[in-house]
């Protein structure tokens, strides 16, 4: 089983579609969870934290099951500027070192 | 906010040269700093996580021999690819845990495109 994995769709919405992500992770010593964005060739960048009572960030909402060991991210109201790959890091089992899954592609469309 | 400068964006070698990439942390100090590849519509695979100071710890697989790394500073990290073969041709990027986030997330460098020829 792979440390941390995701579907790597593509998801292919429309604007102002609400669409969820799921992530699940192998270590149950995991400590810290993100939710990283990376477009097209370029470098990821964070998009926001996992807390364990879940949080939001506007139209972003990412919340932790540790018991069952996933993190999901869940999108309202897409927009075309939503459309990228969305990785989801996991620390590797207590340290601070960062495994990334594949990530999972989305496109909004018009 | 924790920014990490990665250079060169893109370098084109020929099989057999060596190519360095440098990563640097413009207003914090990285004690550690991690190194991965990342294939096309693949994830990023760590290849080793370099700490100031001391040698680097690479993950299994990774020839450390051929992946040279070096923290000598820090605020300083380098990835020499000794040898490039076209196989090693990549997206190579750093990664430093930014100290004013604490847990909370790591700060990228822009990463290198390496097309070996």
């Known amino acids: 089983r792979k440390e941390v994995e995701q579907d790597p769709g593509p998801f292919n919405v429309p604007e102002g579609a609400t669409v969820a992500f799921n992530c699940t992770y192998s270590?149950?010593?995991?400590?810290?969870f993100f939710w990283y964005r990376q477009d097209c060739r370029k470098e990821p960048k964070l998009l926001m934290s996992?807390?364990?009572s879940g949080n939001e960030d506007g139209r972003f909402t990412a919340q932790l099951n540790r018991a069952s060991q996933y993190i999901s991210l869940l999108i309202r109201d897409s927009k075309l500027s939503d459309s990228a790959t969305y990785l989801c890091v996991v620390n590797k089992g207590g340290s601070y070192i960062p495994t990334f899954g594949r990530g999972t592609s989305l496109i909004v469309h018009p | 906010g924790a920014v990490v400068s990665q250079h060169p964006s893109w370098v084109i070698c020929k099989s057999g040269t060596s190519v360095k990439i440098e990563c640097r942390s413009l207003?914090?100090?990285?004690?550690?700093m991690f190194w991965y590849r990342q294939f096309p519509k693949q994830s990023l695979m760590l290849m080793a996580t370099?700490?100031?100071?001391?040698?680097?710890?690479?993950e299994q697989g990774v020839e450390k021999d051929k992946f040279l790394i070096n923290h000598a500073s820090l605020t300083l990290s380098t990835l020499t690819v000794t040898s490039a073969h076209p196989e090693d041709s990549s997206f190579y990027i750093c990664s430093a845990r930014s100290p004013d986030r604490g847990l909370n997330g790591y700060t990228f460098g822009s990463g290198t495109r390496l097309t070996v020829v």
């Open positions: 270590n149950s010593a995991s400590q810290s």
């Open positions: 207003d914090f100090q990285a004690t550690t």
């Open positions: 996992v807390y364990s």
């Open positions: 370099s700490n100031e100071g001391s040698k680097a710890t690479y």
